[in-house]
């Protein structure tokens, strides 16, 4: 028997119903997912991407990430310079003029996102980003119907995903000014206890310094006093971890090339990298990448954040994805001359739990047997020396990223 069709619902009611849900959903990643499947459900498209505008390093990325994570558009690009011009949608098989007047890269981009109808999000002659449609689910092309009727619908989109955005900014500068209030009074404890505690510690490592001459002929009791010395000296380092992430050192600034920094601490991680077997991708999307700060400093917060991810991954078992994938970009403007460089290093590790997420720069906050909980916390002091930013973003069995924003002074 004939199969039929369901008829397509009355546009005013589709309009209505869909922005009653937009208006109801405040979490922006819930918003886009509803989103998609409300599209591929109303137009039967097999594949629906939605690229969202990074206001930190000037580029639209991927919300839909399980579906080609490495794909990425640049403000300057071609396509979102046309989009932008134009404000209005880029149906790709009757546009190849257009598609052919794109460098090779981004039309390889529309290659693997298979698109067929592109609608630029405009809020405020701004584009906050763009939607990518593939072809139809029965090959019959977009209708001048349904290209009406997207746009309206990508019209009330764009705004209620720009309100979600708003939305998670306020949220998360709250959360960074609760932090860094919480992280600055562990601070003032720590730099108070480990005053404390160094003083009698000193002197007890001196005493036992001073008695341990009265049993060198005593190989058992020689060797206890030698064990309660190397503790002691364990506890100085803890008193002094603390210290680093409660005062961090005076800056030697000097001229760092980043992208060589980065370098020098692969290279003295090789060893590890190549017993874990371990895939590692470096890029950087701009020429420049010195900045002004103290590179024995940052080689430091480096390393921490490299060994939390090998650690991270030598849990994955066999067969289980390697990968650091680690990239340098220009960031957005601080003020005149003056804008961040952003790091992120992104491992296929095991992630971190949700409610671990927030405490991970907290003093001796450790998911790891023999850790002390000191790394990232004293690397979030010496970012915080420099006036940048650290962040970790993470998903418990997918992996986890660290974003570092440091600021770069414009040629």
């Known amino acids: 028997m004939p199969t039929h069709k369901q008829p397509q619902p009355d546009l005013s009611q589709m309009l209505s119903e869909f922005n009653r849900s937009l208006m109801l959903i405040a979490d922006k990643a819930l918003l886009i997912d509803n989103f998609i499947a409300r599209i591929k459900q109303l137009y039967e498209v097999d594949k629906v991407f939605v690229f969202l505008l990074d206001e930190n390093t000037g580029r639209y990325k991927l919300q839909n990430t399980s579906e080609k994570p ?12 046309w989009l932008a011009v134009n404000d209005k949608e880029l149906l790709v098989s009757k546009s190849l003029d257009i598609i052919e007047y794109l460098p090779p890269e981004e039309r390889e981009k529309l290659r693997q996102l298979q698109a067929e109808l592109i609608y630029p999000l405009k809020v405020m002659n701004h584009i906050s980003g763009a939607v990518f449609l593939g ?60 005053h404390e505690i160094r003083n009698p510690l000193t002197s007890i490592r001196s005493t036992i310094q001073y008695l341990s001459k009265d049993f060198n002929n005593d190989s058992g009791k020689s060797e206890m006093i030698t064990e309660i010395i190397n503790e002691t000296e364990r506890i100085n380092k803890i008193l002094q971890g603390l210290l ?12 760092i090339n980043l992208e060589s920094l980065v370098n020098q601490v692969l290279m003295l991680l090789n060893s590890s990298i ?14 420049n990448t010195a900045i002004q700060g103290d ?5 430091q917060v480096f390393l921490n954040v490299f060994l939390n991810a090998i650690d991270a991954m030598a849990e994955n078992g066999e067969g289980l994805p390697r990968s650091l994938i680690i990239g340098i970009e220009k960031g957005r403007n601080i003020n005149i001359g003056k804008h961040y460089l952003v790091i992120h290093i992104e491992d296929s590790g095991k992630g971190i739990e949700p409610e671990n997420l927030e405490n991970i720069f907290n003093p001796f906050f450790t998911t790891k047997e023999e850790g002390t909980g000191l790394g990232l916390a004293i690397s979030y002091g010496i970012i915080n020396s420099h006036e940048g930013e650290i962040e970790v973003t993470s998903e418990s069995g997918k992996g986890s990223c660290v974003w570092i924003k440091l600021p770069q002074m414009t040629a």
């Open 274 to 287: 190549r017993k874990h077997r371990i895939d590692v991708q470096f890029e950087y999307f701009t020429e």
């Open 135 to 194: 072809k139809k689910s029965e090959e019959t092309g977009f209708s001048e119907e349904e290209i009406d009727s997207l746009s309206l619908l990508f019209n009330q989109a764009a705004f209620a995903i720009e309100h979600a955005s708003l939305y998670e900014m306020q949220k998360d500068r709250i959360r960074k000014m609760y932090r860094a209030d919480r992280l600055a009074t562990l601070g003032e404890l720590a730099a108070g206890a480990a």
């Open 244 to 255: 680093s992430f409660a005062r961090p050192a005076k800056l030697n600034v000097s001229e």
């Open 70 to 81: 490495s794909i990425t558009f640049h403000s300057k690009d071609r396509l979102i310079h």
């Open 295 to 299: 590179a024995e400093q940052l080689k």
